[in-house]
């Protein structure tokens, strides 16, 4: 069965310094990955994700995240992070290996960033 | 060009009565999801429509709770006799079996049980 950690329940970043939300991965066949932001009151927002090809992917609003198949990570970052930052994110996993779509979320991980 | 819409945003509902939960899918996905978050929390999965397969119900809490799926369109999440523990953001997904099959949220249902 696929599982997700996110070892950390908030994040505290300052405006303007880099961001890393982590996140860990338990699948049999090959992962697919993704990250969602949750704004307050919203629903949840697609951020980027990861199927094959380049580890490094890019995504929306100028994050980006890490396939490390060795760690069994998918690492959400930012360069800079801006006060409008400040959300609930979301990682997920499926097996691609599957025809099965069910995704699989991990707890979520706050963010905030104080300006 | 509309996305996944639910209704309503918010139901405020006495302890012991039935409430219905509505969900439309982005046209054209074939997979349906819910999901139930509680305040601040993370997503716990309730149950996944996927075309004309028998509904994965894993994720449903108890037989108060059920789901219905016409075709490919709108499904409907329906809580019996509902407690105040009931009391949450019911959230509804749809996504293609295209590429990696990222699900498309709604806004939610804002449930609150006196």
């Known amino acids: 069965a696929q599982s997700v950690a996110q070892p950390e329940d908030q994040v505290n970043v300052a405006e303007g310094n880099p961001l890393t939300v982590k996140c860990t991965y338990s699948?049999?066949?090959?992962?697919?990955l993704f990250w969602y932001v949750q704004y307050p009151n919203r629903g949840l927002q697609f951020l980027l994700k990861?199927?094959?090809?380049?580890?490094l992917v890019k995504g929306s609003y100028g994050f980006e995240a890490e396939f490390n198949k060795s760690q069994t990570s998918f690492h959400l970052k930012k360069p800079s992070a801006l006060v409008s930052d400040s959300a609930l994110y979301f990682c997920?996993?499926?097996?691609?290996?599957?025809?099965?779509?069910?995704?699989?979320f991990g707890t979520g991980t706050r963010l905030l960033v104080s300006p | 060009g509309a996305g996944v819409s639910q209704s309503p945003s918010n139901k405020v509902t006495e302890k012991g009565k039935d409430v219905e939960l509505r969900c439309d899918p982005i046209?054209?996905?074939?997979?349906l999801y819910w999901y139930r978050q509680s305040l601040g929390q993370g997503l716990e999965f309730l149950i996944y429509?996927?075309?004309?397969?028998?509904?994965?119900k894993s994720g449903l809490p108890s037989d108060r709770f059920s789901a219905e799926r016409t075709g490919e369109s709108v499904s409907t999440l329906t809580i019996q006799r509902t407690q105040q523990e009931d009391s949450a953001v019911y959230l509804c997904?749809?996504?293609?079996?295209?590429?990696?099959?990222?699900?498309?949220f709604g806004p939610g249902t804002r449930l609150t049980v006196l």
């Open positions: 699948v049999s066949g090959n992962p697919y």
């Open positions: 997904a749809s996504s293609s079996k295209r590429g990696g099959n990222e699900q498309f």
């Open positions: 429509f996927q075309g004309n397969s028998a509904p994965d």
């Open positions: 997920a996993v499926r097996d691609g290996g599957t025809g099965f779509q069910k995704l699989v």
């Open positions: 046209s054209g996905h074939t997979a």
């Open positions: 990861y199927i094959t090809g380049d580890n």
